[in-house]
């Protein structure tokens, strides 16, 4: 992305009639009660909005190691056309743009640069990745241009500062402590950890070791690889001779399945624990056969492929959406879903706010307390003071004999009847009473439904 002058001198040619804070602009007059605008270098409140469009864009790994997680924008394409078909969003149309940036910060950053400058747009929507969010979060931020649903739970990019950008996902503090626990439940003497050499990988390994040596459980052997790396080989042949109960992957794309397939390979069997990013059909259709059994993960969401909602209401109008919408997506890909729910997310977050401009937008984003029918019972979308809005998670342990996952009890491990969860809740000790999906007794202000 162009730097925050140069950033800043492209809008300004255009739009020299725009009111800047401190220069005649009433943030009150522009749903600024949060006076979100008082440190902007610059302030467009209604840019990419016109009487009848809503221009967003995104950038995202169309291409490359991680092209599986980028089909994000096949769910979430879909989600908005159909509530466009719908009559949009107070009469506007939204108009998305994707662009594909290979999971390559400076890539994104140019993406995002052309998004803002050339395109006009609103906001940006659904960023994929913590290096590559890291790499706009701040030109956004300067410039006052929502930056919401960021594909990511790294603590680094949850920061209280950056009030114009707002995490989707779970934090990977969260996960890392939930994958933990269910190690120290499980009795291991030993983890080890194989994670990708950034900030993505950094955010699960920090999180992941305290509550480990806490518990009097060595941590062992702990590897990286770079993204680009073609191979992880090395690093398994390590691991193995460590030979430890445990091993948490932190991993992305293709090198998940590497990683399975090779621990498969060395006839160590340690207990898999992996990051979320590692349990979406696509890459699962790599592992070769056995590989990954028994793997533990964490959701959050309905996956397409559980068994359990196969006659799930919201699933079905999602595949039927995909159909007509997204025809060349794969209605069972993890990645595809998660596109649909933060279009859910999105849309409820436009139509809560006062008015249609940016400040109104990321106040409402702020405010949010959300169900929508593509979560699991109970999860909810509540950032209210929080820059962490998701803070539950469900276990799961992935079958490779019917390549399906099935929930278990944190505590025991064991498979859950069908029908059941045990939320993990940030803050409490992961044992949670099992309950039925239809018992949260939230108040649901949504349910995502157009």
């Not at 209604?46 to 967003?56: E, Y």
């Not at 890291?134 to 006052?144: G, K």
């Not at 390994?205 to 680009?228: E, F, H, I, R």
């Not at 979560?375 to 509540?382: P, Q, T």
Request: charged share 20%; aromatic share 6%.
């Amino acid at each position: 992305m162009a730097s925050t002058g140069s950033l800043l001198a492209a809008v300004l040619l255009v739009t020299a009639c725009t009111a800047r804070v401190g220069d005649g602009g009433d943030p009150a007059s522009t749903g600024d009660s949060l006076n979100l605008t008082a440190d902007c270098l610059h302030y467009d409140p209604t840019a990419g909005v016109t009487t009848d469009t809503i221009k967003l864009g995104t950038s995202l790994p169309l291409t490359g190691a991680l092209a599986i997680p980028g089909t994000f924008h096949f769910g979430l394409e879909a989600y908005l056309a159909t509530v466009n078909a719908e009559g949009g969003v107070n009469g506007r149309k939204i108009e998305l743009t994707v662009l594909d940036d290979g999971y390559d910060p400076a890539k994104t950053a140019t993406n995002v640069n052309e998004l803002v400058n050339r395109d006009k747009v609103f906001g940006i929507v659904g960023i994929l990745g913590t290096a590559t969010a890291l790499a706009v979060q701040q030109d956004l931020q300067d410039n006052c241009v929502p930056n919401l649903f960021i594909q990511t739970g790294a603590p680094v990019v949850a920061d209280p500062a950056q009030t114009w950008s707002q995490i989707q996902f779970p934090t990977y503090s969260l996960e890392a402590q939930a994958l933990a626990q269910r190690a120290i439940n499980a009795g291991v003497k030993s983890v080890s950890i194989i994670s990708q050499n950034d900030a993505f990988g950094k955010a699960y390994v920090d999180a992941l070791v305290s509550p480990l040596k806490d518990a009097g459980v060595t941590v062992g052997t702990q590897v990286t690889y770079d993204p680009g790396a073609p191979s992880v080989e090395t690093q398994i042949t390590q691991l193995a001779a460590d030979g430890a109960d445990a091993v948490f992957i932190a991993a992305l794309g293709t090198k998940c399945p590497q990683i399975l397939n090779g621990i498969k390979s060395s006839r160590w069997n340690p207990l898999l624990l992996s990051v979320n990013f590692c349990t979406s059909r696509g890459l699962l259709g790599l592992l070769e056969d056995g590989a990954g059994d028994d793997m533990i993960g964490t959701t959050w969401y309905k996956s397409p492929t559980d068994p359990q909602f196969a006659q799930d209401g919201a699933l079905a109008a999602y595949r039927e959406a995909l159909a007509k919408y997204s025809p060349a997506a794969d209605p069972d890909e993890d990645f595809v879903l998660d596109g649909w729910l933060v279009g859910q997310l999105l849309v409820d977050v436009l139509k809560s706010a006062e008015t249609l401009d940016r400040a109104s937008v990321m106040r409402a984003a702020h405010e949010a307390n959300l169900h929508v029918d593509t979560m699991l019972d109970g999860v909810r979308f509540a950032a209210a003071g929080t820059t962490e809005p998701i803070g539950q998670v469900q276990l799961r342990r992935y079958d490779s004999a019917s390549k399906t996952f099935l929930f278990i009890d944190p505590k025991s491990g064991d498979d859950l009847p069908a029908g059941k969860t045990s939320l993990i809740i940030r803050g409490t000790n992961p044992s949670a009473d099992v309950r039925e999906p239809s018992a949260s007794g939230a108040p649901r202000p949504s349910d995502g439904k157009p």
